[in-house]
């Protein structure tokens, strides 16, 4: 259950920080991510590694900016603020938001039983 909810919260995420690039930007870079890398917008919350490698490819130095973008959003939908850390990828980011939401499961699980 909060595997799904983390994979729409990142997916959102994605598709609000490519619309600042402007609407026919973003669907050039899913249209690139699809047809040029197989890496289809559904996927991307399932493959994260992989949309950064990609998006880097297409964007270069700017995908940071997107990244950021991404991070900033995913983190306010969980009520959090985005804090840089040392040595942290946008992966390691991305990660803690999936744990979190993991373990706001458990303890949901826990306090039914």
């Known amino acids: 259950m909060q ?10 995420a994605v598709d609000e920080s490519l619309s600042f ?4 930007a973003k669907y ?7 047809y040029s890398f197989g890496l289809r917008r559904e996927e991307i919350p399932k493959r994260p590694e992989i949309f950064a ?8 130095d700017g995908s940071i900016y997107i ?7 995913l983190y306010e939908s969980v009520g959090l603020e985005l804090k840089c850390k040392r040595n942290y990828s ?16 458990e303890k949901k699980v826990k306090e039914r039983l």
């Open 3 to 12: 595997k799904c909810k983390f994979n729409r919260l990142l997916a959102k």
């Open 28 to 34: 050039s870079i899913y249209f690139h991510l699809e």
């Open 21 to 24: 690039l402007g609407e026919s």
């Open 53 to 60: 490698e990609k998006l880097e490819s297409l964007l270069k």
């Open 67 to 73: 990244e950021r973008l991404i991070l900033k959003r």
């Open 90 to 105: 946008f992966l390691d980011y991305i990660n803690e938001v999936k744990e979190l939401l993991s373990k706001q499961g």
